[in-house]
């Protein structure tokens, strides 16, 4: 079961619009708690109880050969008043640098924290440097899974179906095990 938040349920699915939506990852150290403590100081950027999904083990995917399995989970947080998707991505890579990940070489590469901005309130964006939704994330089971457990109705900004209802018709060979 996911971790419950305090937030009122008949409310949350008016404050899920609100939110920034962030995919963790890590299969470098002991993943499992990479992706806690990294949930934990998602906490400090946020004045509002954070959401989390349950811990999920995943196979890699579209990783080098030899990878290790992932520990993945998604998290959602009210951004501050004046929090932008740009600051938001800074507060999130200096937050995987503090982890110890390195500038990537390959793509795809084995890491000690990977944290995704998959959503930030109900906004698009589409840059070099950032592009909202996640182009990837309602093609990702390690994505779909974990966000159903806090946000199975929300609509992404560009699709039409509910997280529920994408995770249901996706056509992926990724096997996930719920670890928590």
């Known amino acids: 079961m996911p971790i419950k938040s305090s937030f009122d349920l008949p409310k949350l699915q008016f ?40 811990l999920w083990q995943s196979t890699p995917v579209e990783c080098p050969p030899g990878s290790l399995m992932f520990v993945n989970a998604v998290a959602g947080l009210l ?18 640098t503090e982890f110890g990940r390195q500038p990537r070489k390959v793509l795809n590469e084995p890491r000690v924290l990977d944290l995704d901005l998959i959503a930030f309130r109900q906004e698009s964006r589409c840059s070099e440097r950032l592009t909202l939704p996640h182009p990837r994330a309602a093609l990702r089971r390690f994505v779909l899974q974990p966000l159903s457990e ?29 670890l928590s």
């Open 150 to 178: 806090i946000a199975p109705d929300l609509v992404l900004p560009g699709q039409v179906l509910g997280i529920r209802q994408l995770l249901e018709t996706l056509d992926s060979s990724e096997r996930l095990l719920r």
């Open 79 to 96: 951004p501050r008043a004046n929090e932008t998707p740009e600051s938001m991505l800074d507060k999130l890579q200096s937050l995987e």
């Open 15 to 54: 404050e899920l619009q609100k939110m920034a939506l962030i995919a963790l990852g890590s299969n470098l150290g002991d993943a499992k708690q990479n992706v806690l403590r990294a949930m934990d100081r998602l906490q400090q950027i946020t004045d509002f109880p954070l959401l989390r999904s349950s």
